[in-house]
């Protein structure tokens, strides 16, 4: 019939049905758009968030302290140690860290204590080496302790830099042992020198701890630079450790003998009940002691009224380094500091200075580059390495006078003979 769609054979296809098809195409399409958007702004976040993240910190180079934490050297040695090295810590990474191989890393400190025994002390300075892994060690703070401790850095080819220790026996010898006090022969010498030419003493008693290394060489340059200056020890008494509570026989030999000084190369509380054993007996003599003395503890005892003593460091030392720390010291602590915090203070400074002008982790570099500090101006004093690891310093001797510790000089090491070492 005219006008009547043929019929295709096909069945009809119902009102509205052919529009499905290019339905479901465009909702399939949004999905996928809508998706892709999605992903995009994730991954836009994600990279902005990786962006904005700070850099993975640099791994802090470790420097281990060796000290008396606790137990009864602890007041005078290792707390002091600790607040030191804090402080110089703080102003290091302040400043921007050490420099290892051109990369700025922060320095971090690892506290060792051990019991006051050399095996203890040898056997925690191999605990910081091998297991926490520092770079340097600073301290142990007595000789006897430093001098197990300097075989330790040998084996391990680290250095160590002993703030205090006095004994030649800490560096001879040794490839990577170093101090940053005087040395006893120096103020064993620089103690009669003073006695001599400043006190005008004829005559000295000495009463030293035979086993003790420190004690001993005291006793030993004080004899020698007393007596080649004239003057006369008129009685030397020993004791060892293990009695080291009565000494009433030696205080009465020595009142008969009368010296115008009196030598106590040992350490507080020892020298301590010395002073007042002495008086007890009749001993009019004045007292000389070394760095071994707790100047603290000194300016408590009465009968230590009047003597001298020579150390390592001085809070009126006339230096704006000096000063600075002190002034620091006291604003975080509350008190004057003793003379452990400031020689740990400019240890930790040298070791770190050492590391970046190293530019190394390794020890022998380290040591090098220790070795070879000139003219640095600390808060203890100008140190100067040249190539030793003795240097050369000058002492301070103070007086105690009304409870109080006054320096009355400075004494340089003298001039050596043209073509000595």
Not at 8 to 28: D, K, M, N, Y
Not at 214 to 233: H, P, Q, T
Not at 254 to 280: C, E, G, H, N
Not at 313 to 339: I, N
């Amino acid at each position: 019939m005219a006008g009547r769609p043929r019929n295709s054979g096909h069945r009809p296809i119902p009102p509205g049905a052919g529009s499905f098809t290019p339905l479901l195409a465009r909702g399939v399409f949004r999905i996928a758009h809508t998706t892709t958007r999605r992903l995009r702004r994730v991954a836009l976040v994600a990279l902005f968030a990786w962006a904005c993240e700070p850099a993975s910190a640099p791994e802090p180079v470790r420097i281990g302290l060796l000290a008396n934490f606790t137990g009864p050297l602890a007041g005078a040695s290792g707390i002091p140690a600790r607040r030191g090295a804090a402080l110089a810590v703080d102003e290091i990474n302040d400043a921007g860290g050490v420099f290892v191989a051109g990369v700025a890393r922060p320095v971090e400190i690892v506290e060792g204590d051990f019991e006051d025994r050399a095996d203890a002390a040898a056997f925690r300075a191999r605990e910081l080496v091998n297991l926490d892994g520092v770079a340097a060690l600073v301290g142990p703070f007595l000789s006897r302790h430093a001098i197990a401790v300097a075989a330790v850095a040998d084996d391990a080819e680290v250095p160590m830099l002993s703030p205090m220790s006095s004994s030649h026996e800490t560096t001879e010898g040794h490839a990577f042992a170093a101090r940053l006090a005087f040395m006893d022969d120096f103020q064993g010498e620089a103690l009669a020198r003073f006695a001599r030419e400043r006190l005008g003493a004829q005559t000295a008693a000495i009463l030293y701890d035979e086993s003790s290394a420190y004690s001993r060489g005291l006793a030993d340059r004080f004899r020698a630079g007393f007596e080649a200056r004239g003057g006369r020890v008129v009685v030397d008494e020993r004791f060892t450790a293990d009695v080291a509570d009565d000494f009433s026989s030696a205080m009465r030999r020595i009142a008969r003998a009368a010296p115008d000084v009196l030598v106590l190369p040992q350490f507080s509380p020892v020298a301590d009940r010395q002073m007042v054993q002495a008086r007890v007996a009749g001993v009019r003599a004045v007292f000389l002691g070394g760095d071994s003395w707790d100047l603290r503890s000194l300016a408590a005892v009465p009968e230590a009224e009047g003597a001298y003593v020579t150390h390592q460091w001085h809070t009126d030392l006339p230096r704006p380094e000096t000063r600075a720390f002190v002034e620091r010291y006291q604003a975080r602590y509350g008190e004057l500091p003793r003379s452990t915090a400031p020689l740990t203070y400019d240890a930790v400074h040298l070791v770190a200075a050492a590391i970046s002008r190293a530019g190394s982790l390794e020890g022998p570099r380290i040591m090098e580059a220790l070795l070879e500090t000139r003219d640095y101006h600390g808060a203890t004093g100008t140190i100067t390495f040249a190539g030793s690891p003795d240097p050369q310093r000058s002492a301070v001797v103070s007086r105690v006078v009304g409870g109080e510790v006054e320096m009355v000089a400075v004494l340089d090491p003298e001039p050596r003979p043209d073509g000595a070492p």
